[in-house]
């Protein structure tokens, strides 16, 4: 009886446990850590955008085109609507639609990738082609066109224009990339002694790719979709700006940029604020990205076990 | 059939018959299949239970694809292994799976066969988790049993594979071919990556815990003195095919075949005074890929005739236990 016990004191007192020591790694990054925070404020205050005076959609237009002031912080658009307040909403949206994008395009991407890579042979040949295909969709077109169709078609979960029917058309363009990316990461693990191992051991083929395999490609994946939210919501201001995204007066941060193309030499902090915002999101995000790659690194974790 | 059964009740735990295994070389824009790397081409030997059997060859000479193929973690161009009374490559994936905990393989290079996004611990439990083997709890205290057994202690439960040296992670990989007590491991070449200072004492490691669990060994090597030392059988393979196999004493004190002959004879010995003649072979080994006809080796060997490069020789018994294939070693010219 006592050898239980002992068996939870030696081994789970040791060192660190995988998680707490990948967090300690993080926080000593500094890109990371100031990413995380800026990231951390940014969505703390769009979902607080409630909380302001203003209305993001009422327009107002004896305050049209107001400099920033003490009243209004980023200024007024030309409706006489508060720029910050609709910078907030408009956050609702971009942001939502760079995470699902994210998340669409890895959920299909990373499953037949993995197929691809993993069984190679005709399983490779047909997946290829379907990316392949994919990619070659002159994708401007294509997303035009889905989201025509999309709003003609009347389903309860995708209203025409809405934040999801947005980021289901983008994530169903952009997964390819994912998926070349985990096709050539399985390319080069699955041949690894480890896997030959684990087959030994009588490990199925879904175990061996989703517990041998995947997390070695832990780090470019996560790089590549930090990438991937800041294509997002520059995809979605484009999709926008051609009338086929986020409709005004509903706000995003894609489509108040390019309404303020128009009066960019008068009125610049239209633009400015916006841009602003994309840059911080995107680049907080692609620092958080470097900070947890480096932290999930085995290879880096020793230099902290040691001193 | 009938002598499939006497050979079983001799206690002979594998058996592998006219095992032949031929990896396809692609070329060309439409990567078609131009030619046959002849790893394995046809042999056939058992290996009885509780045993040691050496496998000795040079690089390449497909003693790796052998042991691989009879695990069946590659499939086979033609031929049969028979574990145990069971045919392994007509079995279903689960049958497969089953059988699985019984035979196990140590890699030659052990940091290459530990997932190194893992703690070993993990990895050596990664066995017991596929077959279920009693609670989550009960598991990792067998892990803990098992690296103690190898020479570890608890607190290496959560390190990582690179933190190790050469040594220990052999060692952490015999833990992990050991966990799921198999009847049968093939260790390839598993000291070869490793200093001579720790060579023997992983060898005497392997010793131990054959004689603990009733292991059975197939002992793929290229070093020879490795495998007299730890073999009960040695096998000799050239250019995909078993040449000669005997029991140790017989093989080292008596080899037939003109090529184990050679190997012996480069053998160093630790005295330099004494000299002995060397034969020393001519030319390369043929490529796999285009192998000699006849005799593979007559290319090469001092005692080659014009037959040899006609006819392929039948792998024979010459003596008790002593199998050779050699047209100039038939059983008329065994001097004993």
Redesign the interface.
Same mark, same amino acid.
């Given at each position: 009886m006592p050898r239980k016990a002992d068996v939870k004191n030696k081994t789970m007192k040791s060192p660190e446990t995988m998680s707490s020591l990948v967090w300690r790694r993080f926080r000593r990054h500094p890109g990371a850590m100031a990413g995380a925070i800026i990231l951390a404020i940014l969505i703390l205050s769009v979902l607080l955008a409630g909380l302001s005076p203003f209305d993001p959609e009422i327009s107002d237009i004896k305050n049209r085109f107001q400099p920033p002031s003490g009243n209004h912080l980023f200024g007024t658009d030309g409706l006489g609507r508060d720029v910050l307040v609709r910078i907030l909403y408009g956050g609702r949206v971009s942001l939502s639609v760079g995470f699902l994008v994210v998340g669409i395009s890895l959920a299909i991407g990373v499953p037949i990738g993995s197929a691809a890579g993993y069984f190679g042979g005709w399983v490779d040949n047909v997946l290829s082609k379907v990316i392949d295909a994919t990619m070659s969709l002159p994708a401007l077109m294509f997303m035009i066109l889905l989201s025509a169709i999309l709003r003609e078609i009347d389903a309860p979960f995708l209203k025409s224009n809405s934040t999801l029917t947005i980021s289901l058309v983008l994530g169903v363009l952009s997964w390819p990339t994912a998926a070349r990316l985990v096709r050539a990461i399985f390319f080069t693990f699955r041949e690894m002694e480890y896997v030959t191992a684990a087959k030994a051991l009588g490990a199925s083929n879904l175990r061996i790719i989703i517990s041998e395999i995947l997390p070695n490609g832990l780090g470019p994946i996560i790089v590549e979709s930090t990438l991937g939210i800041g294509y997002a919501i520059m995809e979605e201001s484009t999709l926008s700006f051609l009338g086929f995204g986020i409709m005004p007066p509903t706000p995003s941060w894609g489509n108040m940029l390019d309404k303020a193309q128009e009066h960019l030499s008068q009125y610049p902090w239209l633009a400015i604020f916006p841009g602003l915002m994309i840059f911080l999101a995107i680049i907080s995000i692609n620092f958080i990205g470097d900070g947890m790659r480096d932290a999930l690194d085995p290879y880096k974790i020793l230099a902290q076990i040691d001193e | 059939m009938t002598q499939d059964k006497a050979e079983n009740q001799n206690g002979e735990l594998v058996v592998v018959k006219d095992l032949v295994k031929y990896f396809p070389v692609r070329g060309g824009v439409l990567r078609k299949i131009v030619n046959w790397v002849q790893a394995v081409d046809g042999i056939s030997f058992s290996i009885r239970k509780g045993e040691t059997l050496g496998l000795v060859g040079e690089s390449g000479c497909g003693k790796s694809t052998t042991g691989?193929t009879i +695990?069946h +973690?590659l499939d086979p161009t033609s031929g049969t292994v028979v574990f145990n009374d069971q045919n392994v490559f007509e079995l279903q994936r689960q049958e &497969?799976?089953?059988l699985?905990?019984d &035979?196990?393989?140590i890699?030659q290079?052990p940091y290459?066969? +530990?997932?190194? $996004? $893992?703690?070993i611990?993990e990895?050596i439990k990664?066995?017991l988790n596929?077959?279920q083997v009693g609670t989550p709890?009960e598991r990792?205290?067998m892990v803990?049993d098992i690296l103690h057994k190898v020479g570890l202690e608890?607190?290496h439960?959560?390190?990582?594979p690179?933190?190790f040296s050469g040594g220990q992670r052999q060692r952490i990989?015999i833990a992990?071919a050991i966990a799921?007590k198999p009847k049968f491991i093939v260790c390839d070449e598993p000291v070869s990556a490793l200093d001579v200072s720790i060579q023997s004492q992983v060898l005497n490691l392997l010793q131990d815990l054959q004689d603990e669990f009733g292991l059975t060994y197939l002992f793929i090597a290229h070093n020879l003195s490795v495998v007299e030392h730890i073999s009960d059988r040695v096998a000799v393979m050239y250019l995909g095919k078993i040449i000669e196999l005997a029991s140790r004493d017989d093989l080292y004190s008596n080899p037939l075949h003109p090529y184990t002959k050679a190997l012996m004879s480069a053998i160093p010995i630790p005295k330099p005074s004494l000299r002995r003649t060397r034969t020393i072979l001519k030319g390369e080994v043929p490529s796999p890929l285009d192998p000699p006809s006849g005799c593979r080796f007559h290319p090469r060997c001092p005692i080659a005739t014009e037959q040899c490069s006609v006819e392929e020789p039948e792998f024979v018994e010459v003596m008790k236990d002593h199998y050779v294939a050699c047209l100039g070693v038939g059983p008329q010219n065994v001097r004993i």
């Open positions: - | 691989r +695990l +973690l &497969m799976k089953v699985r905990r &035979m196990q393989i890699f290079d290459a066969s +530990l997932n190194p $996004r $893992r703690p611990g990895s990664a066995g596929i077959h709890t990792t205290e803990l608890d607190y439960y959560h390190r990582y690179h933190e990989g992990r799921l």
